[in-house]
């Protein structure tokens, strides 16, 4: 029963270049979360994303970054002309349809910008 | 929207002690409330959860309370261990278009040996 997987698991970047995070949800899950995590803070909501919609993008800043759940693939976070600001850890965590609550955590990539 | 707060932010403790973490929440229409754990460099997990149905859930050590009238839910870690140390983080939920929980800032929980 695999979990939820990410990766890759660590990502450098240089200023102004791309980063693409990419997010497989469990088995028969197909509602995607994605939070951003600075060091020694909580967990900060970015987007929500069912397959080919994006449900709520509230978290996410306008500019540089955006997100997908393709019918087929992962769901993927991109960020475009990365600053060193965008350095941190993202976890995607994934639930169930049908209304279930529970959001289960992949391992998280951990970003950072020279 | 939603704001949830959380303490202590440190919380250290002997092995064996008792370890109470609070939060307390804003909005009313909330009805459920998961508590991760988060060791140095891993995932949160959830450890724990519970909705506003009930006023209490125990799972072995670890037990939940939750006080809707003063919006407030507390987790308690009985018999504490080394491996208990941990991040914990409470969220809170409410039923709508998208369950979107609100994360609490964390609270470092270390138990010394």
């Known amino acids: 029963n695999a979990g939820v997987m990410q990766n890759p698991r660590h990502l450098v970047r240089r200023r102004g270049q791309e980063a693409r995070l990419r997010c497989s949800p469990m088995k028969g899950h197909s509602h995607v979360y994605w939070y951003r995590q600075l060091p020694e803070e909580g967990l900060k909501f970015m987007v929500y994303l069912q397959k080919e919609n994006i449900i709520d993008e509230s978290g996410m800043p306008k500019e540089r970054f955006s997100a997908e759940f393709p019918k087929e693939g992962p769901s993927i976070l991109r960020i475009q002309q990365v600053v060193r600001g965008d350095s941190a850890a993202y976890f995607c965590?994934?639930?169930?349809?049908?209304?279930?609550?529970?959001?289960?955590f992949g391992p998280g990539t951990r970003l950072t910008v020279t | 929207g939603e704001n949830v707060e959380q303490h202590p932010s440190t919380l250290s403790v002997q092995e064996g002690d008792s370890a109470v973490i609070k939060c307390t929440y804003s909005?009313?229409?909330?009805?459920?409330f998961p508590w991760y754990k988060q060791e140095l460099g891993k995932r949160p997990q959830l450890i724990i959860d519970i909705r506003s149905n009930v006023g209490e859930k125990k799972d072995q050590r670890i037990a939940v309370t939750l006080n809707k009238t003063a919006k407030h839910f507390s987790l308690h870690i009985t018999e504490t261990q080394p491996e208990d140390s941990a991040v914990y983080f409470c969220?809170?939920?409410?039923?709508?278009?998208?369950?979107?929980?609100?994360f609490g800032r964390g609270t470092s929980l270390i138990v010394h040996p």
């Open positions: 909005d009313s229409a909330s009805n459920y």
């Open positions: 965590a994934s639930s169930g349809s049908g209304g279930t609550y529970e959001q289960y």
């Open positions: 969220a809170a939920s409410k039923p709508g278009g998208s369950y979107i929980p609100t």
